[in-house]
């Protein structure tokens, strides 16, 4: 759906990416703060360091400087947060990344699951990554840095999920403005946390004139250093700024007087006082450049419509005004973030129209190099909706499926409701995203969306695009929530839309064959799923292939083909050996058709391994009647191995699935037959015991208590997923294993022997 991008642009996402993994420099000027990295050093043995206060106290200058103490043995990785890192995806690639600066190609496979759909975060991803890290010889301390900016709880719960199994060789650092939600008592209680708060990063007066000293060359007498750190409570930005606007002036004990309130006050006042004596360019530079995350020369020469940016940005850090590099060659730099809520509050005040302007600019610049979220994010603040509209649509399904989920949400939310649902693109988008996550109400809405917008979208009469990709939503989604014959239809419709060589046509042959299947068509649902496969295959879609290569080994097992449907279940769970394929929702089919092949021998062990495995899987994002599915396989199993407890337990959850569904096709029946086989079970005794002539077998002591109760032999048949042909079999061995001639006398000879 999205177009690839060029070279030149993946290279500049590449720096780009680059600069949130340096670790800022320690400026010699600056003050050094030894009794707190002293502090941070010996927490070797604690799990997490906790640098928790308001912006400009010098947090991140404590860490960088601990970072760079000769005391420290331990190696740093560092990840600056920005608000995009609240996508899981995208916060965990960084992690991973700060990482791979300390140990070149660690965990490939958890960055694989990382770019996966519907990979389970903590069951998958990070298991894989803390396996490796594990394997780590050297200790390191992993820093995260302006972690306030994540909202996302599933980064939260993933991060509290890394504490708890941290190695013992890894130390974790976060650097916030509040207290993250994390299980922080608990560490605190357990003493596995160092804190270092507000209180500990206040400036005494010492330190205070030290810094004045050392940073803007002032030597203030001992009554206006004190006189200054207890208007500013020790606030190391709100000095640094004050010693800035003192320079050259007389009346220093005046302007100290006038210090007063909170930091809020502090930055409104010294917001034309730090820029006052600046030349009108500098000043002018400073305040343009202020909308921008990150600053380079070419892209500020863009934004601001010079050609010397980057000797202006050299002056300005030569004038020690808050601009940090943030890469090793000083090409990309950032200003602290207090300083650019000073520029962007003067900005605003000055030149409040000329803010779209320049992100529309920064937007261009963005879009040319090819980074696509600054491009969008641009777009959006320049209120270009049109722009960012047809920027998302071209590309969120590239970051959809490397399972950036949390980008294109953002993307989404960014730019008005309004201008979303008119776009039928934008709310397939939505429509995915509802489905990959189980928000199977909220896919509705946006598919419904879809369809409405498309009646007046202007698109080309032949383009027949927009159609397959509404109709392929829309019949996910019922089958998901078990509307067969609704999402047999909506695929049929699709299939005769779509070209042969696209994605909703090979997904639309995949679910009109699946609905056949939970409608016992079995002929038309493997017509259906073998066309369906082929597409797969040549679109390289072995997901797809994946899907209809299981529910063809499904029928195989129906049709009690034991050696077929072992083939094609594990070709079906061996297509690849990518997280992003291994745990994935999909391949619960292809393991739940081994599971059918194994009980058809006679293996119940291999039986439940791999029915427990379409459990785990098909619980992360499948059809609801495909979880039911799965339950009830390991139920049958359970029953079959004589725990009645957790079988009835399954057969609970299966019900419960199945209610939600408005048709479940064939596996209503298979429900009823199973609890019905269970209810006559547990009022059994012993799972089995010796016959006349020899031991039964598993199957045969639960089908003989089926005998012993009500059921026919179409519903034993029906629970144990047999012909009744197969049943007939068994029974007829029964009879000859119990001297018996019929029903009555088996179950009659059974309770004398205590089988029943």
């Avoid at 609240?86 to 965990?107: H, K, M």
């Avoid at 002032?218 to 606007?245: F, I, K, M, Q």
């Avoid at 007389?250 to 100290?256: C, L, Q, R, S, T």
């Avoid at 359970?638 to 048709?663: F, N, P, T, Y």
């Amino acid at each position: 759906m999205a177009e690839a991008l060029e070279a030149p642009a993946r290279a500049s996402g590449a720096v780009l990416a680059a600069t949130k993994l340096h670790i800022p420099e320690v400026r010699p000027e600056l003050l050094t703060r030894a009794r707190l990295v002293d502090a941070l050093v010996a927490g070797a043995t604690r799990k997490l360091t906790l640098a928790e206060a308001p912006a400009g106290y010098g947090k991140t200058t404590l860490l960088a400087e601990w970072c760079s103490s000769p005391a420290e043995r331990r190696d740093f990785a560092w990840l600056s947060l920005d608000e995009g890192d609240s996508d899981p995806a995208r916060f965990w690639t960084g992690v991973i990344d700060a990482l791979r600066g300390i140990e070149p190609g660690l965990a490939p496979s958890a960055r694989e699951a990382l770019g996966a759909r519907n990979i389970d975060l903590i069951e998958v991803a990070l298991p894989l990554l803390l396996n490796e890290l594990v394997q780590i010889e050297r200790e390191i301390v992993l820093v995260l840095d302006d972690y306030q900016v994540v909202r996302d709880d599933e980064v939260h719960r993933s991060v509290a999920f890394m504490l708890d199994h941290l190695p013992e060789h890894l130390h974790l650092a976060i650097a916030t403005r509040s207290d993250p939600p994390l299980p922080l008592a608990r560490l605190r209680a357990g003493g596995e946390m160092i804190e270092i708060r507000e209180r500990d990063l206040r400036f005494s007066d010492e330190e205070a004139a030290q810094l004045l000293r050392r940073t803007v060359g002032l030597d203030l007498d001992d009554a206006a250093v004190t006189r200054l750190s207890e208007r500013t409570e020790g606030w190391p930005a709100g000095l640094y700024l004050a010693g800035l606007s003192l320079r050259g002036r007389d009346d220093v004990a005046g302007f100290i007087e006038l210090f007063a309130g909170d930091d809020r006050h502090i930055l409104d006042y010294l917001s034309s006082e730090v820029l006052a004596d600046k030349e009108e360019g500098l000043k002018d530079f400073l305040l343009r450049t202020s909308v921008l995350e990150r600053l380079s020369g070419p892209l500020c020469d863009a934004v601001v419509e010079t050609e010397d940016s980057g000797r202006l940005l050299e002056l300005i850090e030569s004038q020690n005004l808050f601009l940090i590099p943030v890469d090793t060659t000083r090409t990309w730099y950032r200003y602290h973030r207090l300083f650019a809520e000073l520029l962007r509050h003067e900005l605003r005040a000055a030149d409040p129209t000329a803010i779209r302007e320049l992100h529309r600019r920064a937007g261009e610049w963005y879009q040319a190099e090819g980074s696509v979220p600054d491009a969008i994010h641009h777009a959006s603040e320049a209120g270009d909706i049109e722009d960012a509209r047809e920027l998302i649509a071209r590309h969120w399904n590239d970051y959809f499926n490397q399972g950036r989920l949390g980008t294109v949400e953002r993307w989404l939310a960014a730019i008005p409701r309004g201008s979303v649902i008119e776009d039928p693109r934008l709310c397939v988008a939505g429509a995915w995203l509802g489905l990959d996550r189980g928000e199977l109400e909220q896919a509705r809405e946006w598919i419904e969306a879809a369809a409405v917008a498309r009646q007046s979208w202007p698109v080309p009469t032949d383009d027949r695009s927009i159609e397959a990709e509404i109709g392929v939503c829309r019949s996910v989604h019922r089958f998901k929530v078990g509307e067969l014959d609704a999402a047999g239809a909506a695929a049929t419709e699709v299939i005769g839309v779509a070209d042969k060589d696209t994605f909703p046509y090979t997904v639309a042959q995949l679910i009109l064959g699946v609905t056949l299947y939970w409608r016992s068509e079995l002929d038309g649902a493997a017509a259906a799923l073998l066309e369906g496969e082929q597409s797969a295959r040549e679109t390289d879609n072995d997901l797809g292939r994946s899907y209809a290569l299981g529910y063809l080994a499904l029928i195989e097992a129906d049709r009690e083909r034991a050696d077929e449907a072992v083939r094609l279940g594990s070709k079906a769970t061996g297509l690849s050996d990518a997280p992003g394929f291994v745990e994935h929702f999909v391949v619960s089919i292809g393991h739940l058709a081994l599971a059918r092949a194994a009980e058809l021998r006679g293996s119940l062990e291999d039986a439940e391994r791999s029915s427990r495995r379409a459990v785990e899987l098909a619980r992360r994002g499948a059809g609801r009647l495909e979880v039911a599915a799965t339950q009830l396989a390991l139920a049958r199993v359970r029953h079959l191995q004589g725990d009645r407890a957790e079988a009835r337990e399954l057969l609970r959850d299966a019900r419960s699935v199945i209610q939600d569904c408005d048709d479940a096709g064939t596996l209503a029946a298979v429900l009823a037959a199973a609890e019905g086989g269970l209810a006559v079970v547990a009022r059994g005794t012993a799972l089995g015991g010796p016959s006349p002539r020899e031991r039964l077998s598993d199957r045969e002591v639960v089908v003989l208590r089926m005998l012993a109760g009500t059921l026919s032999r179409r519903e034993i048949a029906d629970s144990l997923y047999v012909s009744q042909n197969t049943i007939k079999t068994q029974i007829r061995s029964i009879y000859q294993k119990l001297d018996a001639s019929d029903r009555e006398a088996a179950v009659a000879r059974a309770r004398e022997l205590g089988l029943l």
